[in-house]
């Protein structure tokens, strides 16, 4: 049986980083399920139902991915959906550095799962969610960093709309 | 005469890292405090009292420790205390550099302070104290990464006893 | 023409590190401005006025140095000073990683300018603006760590005047 | 499809860090090939033949692994084996740096081909084929550290059987 | 006066990423000497008068741009030639950690010496001159990682001619 | 009974960031035993007897200290001495890895060893025996950086006495 994969994060928002490392586990895995979480993340800048609707409308012509919440352990929230790898990205040192610890903690916590890295485009390795966030806030343009129905809610949220 | 050793930290709470450093410790040192601080934590998960009070249960067996709060300056807690060494884990790069910067700077504040550094079991790479709190919290089991004490508390804290 | 450099940062409150890329950064550029942000900064120790005043009592005997505040995006306030050089200090790896993201997006954002890294005395090494303020919190002595202008204001802060 | 794995490397010697991924990898995909060279590695300790002959002997219960040896580049091995993704172990910073610098230059030379990163058992942090090389060489212990296979034919090299 | 730039290497042979650091050193600088050595490189891939002639070839549409060879400690070379600052490529950490200690050393060496730090454009983030000249040997195209100067002579060069 | 310390090294040749690691470690340990090995150094620039008579003569004054030569497992020469500490230096990334990897490795060969990391001070971040052969090959003066029986003895070297 092919294992199905997990691509857990906050997505807040949803960058073109995060749908080069979507699209490339797609071609891992028959099923990517990527699921949104708050978990560390105690005041987001859009609500959940807001980066469920910007990640579903950026991957609906992927027939395979899954948008998804999750809350709780990573590693119940897996077993209930029969899933055993985990996806993560992984662009510089201190990514890496918070990376490792956390899939060895999910490997102390469910010895059947397996972390699987993938490196996005070399185009994305300067681009985060919290900046973003902030470019998009000091009035830089983000058109070509995160998907068109990001860009599109993060306009109408400036305008107060 | 041989030095005696502080070994500073929030120990909120204490991991089975902490312990594995604080062991390692009194092979090398006469006496070791370990010297609790909410110096860099303004909203801790544990009051100072219950740190103190797993820190000192943790650790009774071993007669070289000693456990106490401090606050202020670290090179003026040395000095009350007639110590000239700082102990301090190493796990990872990023603490590394922390570490660097905090030793560095202690030395300029009295050079006649040495910062060690010790290298904890690697079982022991991905435990943090926040870590654990966020595992726990989460509901996850965090048996084998605290000890016996700090386990009873975290799971009557949970209770709201 | 020769390029004109500004130098941005929070400056909360400004140190000798900062003064020792001040200076390097003039040897370079016939132009170096200055920039004080309170962008990355919502709660910070010492009030903009106060960092400007610091920063120009600091730099008044350098010629070609100017302060100023900004705020918005860095790019666009290099283009309203007809500036194409943004100057960095590199201290460590965690350093170098933000940088290298900065720099990226800032070149994302406009293609025609350059952030140059210059690296300040070894001496300086530990000391950054947060490490200050919590010495100073602490009692500790920062005489040697920041200009005497600072050293000054930050006396004066703590007895209330 | 489900597509077809390549783990490349020198395994001069195989160790059990080694074996640790190649368990890992066969949990993720149907086939795992593990492809032996000596592109960067002039003055092996082993020659291939017995490379070769200690990883199939130290894989022999896992249906799904083959060992080969190969040689000239990575990508073009993998498209004569229809294989599209490289798997690499990930211990350290250090391997951080050059691994993202060969899975970049691999997916410059073929698109098609992702590499996927998996991170061993902590218990094999320190163990590399060089160190063992050296530990052997000076007469320590590796029985922990390498597959039994290797640990008898290293034995044998020693005594010059 | 406007400083005067160096930027050393062995450059064996030239890259796009050199190419993209001498470009923009141009633009910071009024003359940029790029100067070769084998200080550091006993057997080059390339004999030095090559380097220089690739080199030559590939910025003579630059006209502050000078090629030159140069032996001996790089302070006094850079003295000879009246220049003050020396140019470096950081690509990633292990980049940064080995110039970090060079530039300490030359500062040490000559107080009046600046070591100026650009980042190259991210798509040469996994070129260097030894990964060039593995990917050539093994047969890998690498039109896109020289310049054309240089993929003819090392065209010419697998050719025996 | 106080712990007797080991400090390996090829100190090929020693250096003041060597000399400065020894005196920190006198002040810790009642005894240091500075360990010289050709281990990993098959081609020294000095001969084992040059450096064992360099570091002698700059450790005269400093009565804890002995000067020996050692060959074969680090740990093995430690039982040996009755030694249960070894020393080493931190001054940067790639030093931190590979002595990581190496303490652990050594702690695997013998639980009862502690390696214990010591900072030196940061005016000796730039300097490493390799980098200051190179610099004294190439002409520079090495005056500050190698204690003075290190200096006349280089001179002596180059002149061909």
Same mark, same amino acid.
């Given at each position: 049986?092919?294992?199905?994969? $997990?691509? &857990?994060?906050?997505?807040? &928002?949803?960058?073109?980083?995060?749908?080069?490392?979507?699209?490339?586990?797609?071609?891992?895995?028959?099923? +990517?399920? $990527?699921?949104?979480?708050?978990?560390?993340?105690?005041?987001? *800048?859009?609500?959940?139902?807001?980066?469920?609707?910007? =990640?579903? #409308?950026? *991957?609906?012509?992927?027939?395979? +991915?899954?948008?998804?919440?999750?809350?709780?352990?990573?590693?119940?929230?897996?077993?209930?959906?029969?899933?055993? +790898?985990?996806?993560?990205?992984?662009?510089?040192?201190?990514?890496?550095?918070?990376?490792?610890?956390?899939?060895?903690?999910?490997?102390?916590?469910?010895? %059947?799962? #397996?972390?699987?890295?993938?490196? &996005?485009? #070399?185009?994305?390795?300067?681009?985060?969610?919290?900046?973003?966030?902030?470019?998009?806030?000091?009035?830089?343009?983000?058109?070509? =960093? $995160?998907?068109?129905?990001?860009?599109?809610?993060?306009?109408?949220?400036?305008? %107060? $709309?």
């Amino acid at each position: 049986m092919r294992p199905i994969a $997990v691509y &857990p994060g906050s997505f807040d &928002p949803p960058t073109n980083g995060h749908l080069d490392i979507i699209l490339r586990a797609t071609h891992l895995f028959p099923k +990517v399920i $990527v699921a949104i979480t708050d978990n560390a993340n105690k005041y987001p *800048t859009f609500p959940l139902k807001d980066r469920l609707k910007m =990640l579903r #409308e950026s *991957t609906k012509h992927i027939s395979s +991915v899954q948008v998804e919440f999750f809350s709780g352990l990573l590693v119940n929230y897996l077993k209930k959906k029969k899933a055993t +790898v985990i996806i993560r990205g992984l662009r510089a040192i201190s990514d890496f550095e918070y990376e490792f610890q956390m899939a060895l903690m999910n490997r102390k916590l469910n010895k %059947g799962i #397996e972390t699987v890295f993938l490196m &996005p485009d #070399e185009a994305y390795t300067y681009i985060s969610s919290s900046l973003i966030n902030e470019v998009s806030r000091l009035g830089g343009n983000i058109k070509d =960093l $995160v998907p068109h129905s990001v860009e599109m809610l993060m306009k109408k949220k400036k305008k %107060g $709309v």
